[in-house]
């Protein structure tokens, strides 16, 4: 069937829109690939990292203080400052605190919280709170270590209690490994002497440190003590017979320091020795000891 003049053209029409609009979409993308391509590669959006997480911990301070405060307070309160409570929790909510003539501690100190973010509810933000407690039952009784848990609500900065806390088992004693020293020095070697020694001098701050400890290791005496006394030195291996210069090797160093009051107390220094042109000298101090290869033997508690 032949096509009219006027069909004819309206195709046309329609043909020349068509590709008008599809160089206009064409031309619109090639405009969007290159900002796209510069936005994701050459000037990519920042993220404040060090602004947001120094907010999250300034949120999980403010949590975490709320929280320690309220839990001494439920520990040590009696009948006559219950009311204080108020500040903590909505006792309509939870219920009122158990009447007590008697706080069940003598003395109660929060020593750190742990603060998690569980979740948002409308304007409501949701926290867990783990205090760990050092209590004592009478003021002469040893401390002991509890821990406690707690919900929270954070609106507008504004923390709240959602319920009283919950007695908590803590982490567990952790696990006795073996340490990595397996050869005893000698008192009166010459090696056990420098310890000594470097020893003396780090927590007396008498002069001559330096003349034990390489130069440029960045060891100064601490001072403070009266004493400083080596009981015990152990080596991570046999000491070399002919050490190259700059060999080093582990130690560890069991102190019995004295207090200026005369007190004594044990310190452990973890050492690097290193031979200083065939002279062995502390070449730094470690911040952790040398561990053995060997399986470690979880800490079993007998129970009270």
Aim: glycine letters at 8%; charged letters at 20%; hydrophobic letters at 35%.
């Amino acid at each position: 069937m032949p096509v009219t003049r006027e069909w004819n053209g309206r195709l046309s029409t329609g043909r020349t829109w068509a590709r008008r609009i599809a160089f206009g979409i064409t031309a619109v993308m090639a405009l969007f690939g290159p900002l796209a391509f510069y936005r994701a590669y050459i000037n990519p959006p920042r993220i404040d990292v060090e602004a947001i997480t120094q907010r999250t911990a300034n949120v999980h301070a403010q949590i975490g203080e709320f929280a320690a405060d309220c839990a001494e307070l439920w520990l040590t309160y009696t009948n006559d400052d219950a009311s204080a409570l108020d500040g903590c929790i909505n006792t309509k909510l939870a219920g009122a605190p158990a009447p007590r003539d008697t706080a069940p501690v003598a003395e109660a100190k929060a020593r750190s919280v742990s603060v998690n973010y569980e979740g948002t509810r409308g304007e409501v933000d949701e926290y867990s709170a783990t205090v760990t407690m050092i209590e004592r039952q009478t003021l002469k009784s040893k401390p002991e270590r509890k821990f406690y848990r707690m919900g929270l609500s954070v609106w507008k900065q504004q923390p709240r209690m959602l319920g009283w806390p919950l007695s908590r088992n803590g982490p567990g004693p952790g696990v006795d490994v073996k340490l990595d020293y397996r050869t005893t020095v000698n008192a009166g070697t010459a090696l056990y002497e420098l310890v000594a020694k470097f020893a003396q001098a780090y927590y007396t701050q008498t002069s001559g440190l330096q003349q034990y400890v390489v130069a440029g290791s960045g060891i100064w005496p601490v001072g403070g003590y009266g004493a400083g006394t080596l009981t015990s030195l152990q080596l991570t291996d046999q000491l070399p017979k002919n050490p190259a210069p700059g060999e080093t090797m582990r130690a560890i160093a069991q102190i019995r320091v004295t207090t200026k009051q005369s007190v004594p107390q044990s310190q452990t220094i973890y050492l690097t020795l290193e031979n200083n042109n065939g002279t062995w000298m502390i070449g730094g101090l470690d911040l952790t000891p040398a561990l053995a290869d060997a399986t470690p033997t979880p800490v079993t508690v007998e129970k009270k």
